[in-house]
């Protein structure tokens, strides 16, 4: 490994209008030819999640100020036994009985498994015919006792005869279900029903504005056209940058918000306290729902295999997932690519005859395509990239299923709609857009084109707000995973 030494970024962006100071400092630079070319050094955030979510076209309008879904959970599910083992049974045939966790049930006696149901007990703990079984066997829920409490005793018989429970279920062990085995001209069994999960998501509002005093605009420095505008000079610079800055300020909530549950008020213009709000970052989202993957060290071949038994885990048959990537973690994969092509292909696709290197789109490995997708963001050495994280964002991972996710508006609402599981909500009804507002405050200043002979105040000045409201909205995060190097927890 080579050793580097990284340099120091110049910035002097200060909390202060762009007033006479910043005049006096900047006339000599600003006023020659050769700096008309770019107002703004796009050197901050670089392409973040916000741009990724335009990209994959996950931009919904929201109309309140947090966003109430009802997520659709998973129609079929597995059972967890309760405290206490299910205990061994030699007699061929003979039935078994056991509880259920407390988890399993709703209120009081409301669970998933019913009166002539069947549970598939593993091969491990089962013989036949005094044979370790080398298949798992179904037992049927023969009897249920009749406690309204979560107390209730499951009895099942073995489908064979010849059947017997060698070896103790351990309490807590996750048991598969499936329907069970009827005569026929006998009653059936009992319904289930499915049920929806609630999910909030409060809104942030962003805002950023700029401030110009008066004579700087026209004072002759350079020109540049805002796009859509006859204004020029300083209102372009100041105005760009608080848009620039907007975008940052969304990117770093997009991937930092943790929600806001602690005191943080300021006044209205009545002087009433106003509680502020946050949304909830996707990183947050993965710390508190996401699977996890903790990889040792540097990312690797094998690494991609055991991401398909986490999509198991949670029932996921769309083999596409997009993986968002730091630098760092980046560079290992591909260093990882590299490596396997060496093992497997000799080299001979590593070069041409005036190039050679990798570059890796995809990943297909254990049936699972893996479509990357490095986030720029993650190396800002003004943020996420600074020494004091340690890696900890450029090694960052999220793996995202391609999977679209059925929601409703309300429990009243009789129609579902699909909505893909990660996507950004801007507040947008009854004619007021708050995806991005840009509103100008004249004072006595004139700038050509904005404000006109109006003026909402005697200050000689002018200025704008730019704001955004918004919300991260990451339904079933449980399906998505979570990357992190071992070394930076």
Same mark, same amino acid.
């Given at each position: 490994m080579s050793t580097l030494a990284k340099g120091t970024i110049s910035s002097n962006t200060l909390n202060t209008p762009y007033n006479s100071v910043w005049a006096s400092i900047y006339d000599l630079d600003m006023a020659v030819p050769q700096v008309w070319g770019e107002l703004i050094q796009y050197y901050g955030p670089g392409v973040g999640m916000l741009e990724w979510l335009y990209a994959a076209n996950a931009i919904v309008p929201i109309q309140g100020t947090s966003k109430t879904l009802f997520e659709e959970g998973a129609l079929v599910k597995a059972v967890t036994i309760g405290a206490a083992d299910i205990a061994v049974q030699l007699v061929a045939g003979g039935n078994i009985t056991f509880g259920l966790a407390a988890t399993e049930f709703t209120g009081t006696d409301s669970c998933y498994l019913s009166l002539n149901d069947a549970v598939v007990i593993p091969a491990e703990y089962v013989s036949d015919g005094g044979v370790a079984c080398t298949k798992p066997e #179904?037992?049927? #829920? +023969? !009897?249920?006792?009749?406690?309204?409490? #979560? !107390?209730?005793? $499951?009895?099942a018989t073995p489908h064979k005869s010849t059947v017997t429970l060698s070896t103790a279920v351990p309490a807590g062990t996750a048991l598969m279900v499936t329907g069970g085995n009827y005569a026929n001209g006998v009653q059936g069994g009992s319904p289930k029903s499915s049920g929806w999960y609630h999910r909030h998501f409060v809104n942030s509002t962003k805002r950023q504005g700029y401030s110009i005093t008066g004579s700087i605009q026209s004072t002759e420095r350079y020109a540049e056209k805002l796009r859509g505008s006859n204004m020029r000079g300083a209102f372009t610079k100041a105005s760009a940058e608080a848009d620039f800055l907007l975008s940052k300020y969304i990117n770093d909530e997009i991937i930092l918000g943790g929600g806001i549950t602690n005191t943080l008020t300021m006044l209205d213009r009545n002087n009433n306290a106003v509680q502020a709000t946050g949304t909830v970052?996707?990183?947050?989202? &993965?710390?508190?729902? !996401? &699977?996890?993957?903790?990889? +040792?060290?540097?990312?690797?071949?094998?690494? $991609?295999?055991d991401i398909k038994d986490l999509l198991n885990s949670q029932g996921i048959t769309n083999r596409g997932v997009a993986f968002f990537v730091g630098s760092l973690l980046q560079k290992q994969i591909e260093n990882a690519g590299l490596e396997f092509l060496k093992e497997f292909a000799g080299g001979t696709t590593l070069s041409t005859m005036q190039s050679w290197g990798v570059d890796f789109r995809q990943v297909h490995k254990n049936g699972i395509t893996f479509t990357l997708k490095e986030i720029p963001s993650f190396s800002d050495p003004t943020a996420y990239g600074i020494d004091a994280f340690e890696d900890y964002f450029t090694g960052l991972g999220f793996i995202i299923p391609d999977v679209d996710v059925t929601v409703r508006g309300s429990l009243d609402d009789p129609a579902s709609f699909k909505l893909k599981n990660l996507s950004l909500g801007y507040k947008n009804y009854n004619g007021e857009n708050r995806t991005r507002i840009h509103k100008v405050i004249p004072g006595v200043a004139s700038i050509n084109g904005a404000g006109g002979n109006i003026a909402v105040d005697s200050y000689d000045d002018f200025r704008g707000e730019l704001l955004s409201e918004f919300s991260v909205i990451f339904t079933k995060r449980n399906q998505c995973v979570l990357v992190q190097n071992d070394t930076v927890l």
């Open positions: #179904i037992y049927q #829920i +023969t !009897a249920v006792s009749a406690d309204d409490t #979560i !107390a209730k005793v $499951f009895t970052g996707v990183l947050q989202h &993965m710390v508190t729902a !996401a &699977m996890k993957q903790y990889y +040792t060290l540097a990312y690797s071949a094998p690494d $991609f295999d």
